[in-house]
Structure formats: C-alpha cells, structure tokens
C-alpha cells in the first residue's frame, strides 16, 4: 500500500480527490494540503511513497515544492494533476522530478490511470499533455525560455505577481529590501521584461499565479 499526500489548493478538487482515494486499497492517504509551503512541511513529516501535485499553489508553487522534495525523497513518485498545461510550465515540472503529468480537463478516468501507472514505477501523459510534448519535440524553441530563474527569483516572481510590495515580499523571504530588488532586476533581465505588468503576464503564462490572483 502507498503513502499518498495530496496537495492541491482548490477545495472542491482536493475533497473530492480525498474522497475518491480514501477507499483505493492501493493507497494509504496519509495527508492532504492546499498550500505549497505547507504541503512541503507536510511531506517531510510524513514522508509519502507518492503525491498528487497542483502546479498552481499558494505559499508555494507546485514547480519548487517538487524541487525542494526532490532533494529530500529520491524514490517519491509524483504526479502532477493540474488545470493548466504549457510548454514551459510542463518541462519544468518534468525537470524538478515529476513522473507523470495530467490534465484536469482528461477526467477522473484519465487520472486514476496516471496515477497507478506513476505510482506503480511508470510515466504517464494525458492526451492533451501529450500532444504538447510531441509538438515541443517537433519544435525545440516552443518550450525555451531566455534563461532559468532561481528559486528565489521565481519566489520573487510570484510574489510580485500577486501584487506584495517590495517591503512586503522582502518580510516575507526574510531578507533584505536590497536583495530583493537585487533579485527582481535579475530575473527582468533574464527574461527581458521591464514593468511588473510584464512580469504578471509572464508569471500567468508560465503557471505561477491564477489569473484572479492579478491586481
């Protein structure tokens, strides 16, 4: 039986998931979470065979809270179950460690297939995940970016893209108003953004913020 957390900020999608799972003999769901640094935390404390991943979270995004795990749990099986899917957002979570990427939009079906394929040492795609990695492989630069961020400077991405101060995001890091200006000039110039309504976009574009959570 696998230890499964799920981490996933929508309510109505994280119970009914918990719900669904809760009775699978082929689990054992030992957490659930809707905050990135609290999933984090969570996992270490648990310490799960498997999750079920949301790329867009607060506190946290799903890309670093996979990173940082990664370097924790070598044998964690993750799947990312998520409601948007784009070239960058895709390869990056392929890169932090993810086994398996499915689309929100395949149905419950689709997922539980994902799932016992990642948990069971697989990888697994959804159809429209699919199709986007064919095209990607087809055409290389769909999925470049000017150059990789951080994590800090994706922290600070995030943040700036919900619209916190710098004071604000600077008491929230616990570092210094200078280094996070530091930070955010270095990731304009990586990706050759100049204002912060630039940097939201691109923020949205990539998976990193919904767009409600715009100002």
């Given amino acids: 039986m696998k230890r499964l957390v799920i981490i996933e900020d929508q309510t109505a999608i994280r119970e009914m998931l918990v719900e669904i799972l809760r009775s699978d003999p082929n689990y054992q769901l030992v957490g659930e979470s809707g905050d990135g640094q609290n999933a984090y935390n969570l996992c270490m404390e648990v310490k799960p065979d498997v999750i079920v991943l949301d790329a867009k979270l607060p506190g946290l995004n799903g890309v670093d809270v996979l990173r940082r795990l990664g370097k924790q749990f070598k044998n964690l099986r993750v799947l ?21 990427f499915v689309e929100k939009t395949a149905g419950l079906t689709e997922f539980k297939k994902g799932l016992e394929t990642v948990a069971n040492g697989g990888t697994y795609f959804g159809p429209a995940v699919a199709a986007l990695l064919r095209n990607v492989v087809a055409n290389p ?29 600077a008491s929230k890091l616990g570092i210094s108003v200078k280094t996070v200006d530091n930070h955010r000039t270095n990731l304009m110039r ?17 998976g990193l913020i919904e767009p409600k959570k715009m100002a």
């Avoid at 899917?85 to 392929?94: A, G, I, K, S, Y």
């Avoid at 630069?141 to 995001?169: C, G, H, M, P, Y």
């Fill in 141 to 169: 630069a769909a999925s470049n970016t000017a150059d990789f961020l951080t994590d800090r400077e994706r922290e600070i991405l995030q943040l700036v893209a919900e619209s916190n101060s710098t004071k604000e995001i």
């Fill in 190 to 206: 990586k990706l050759n953004l100049h204002d912060v309504a630039s940097l939201t976009r691109y923020a949205l574009e990539v």
């Fill in 80 to 100: 990312v179950f998520s409601g948007h899917e784009n070239p960058v957002l895709v390869r990056e979570m392929l890169e932090a460690g993810a086994h398996g």
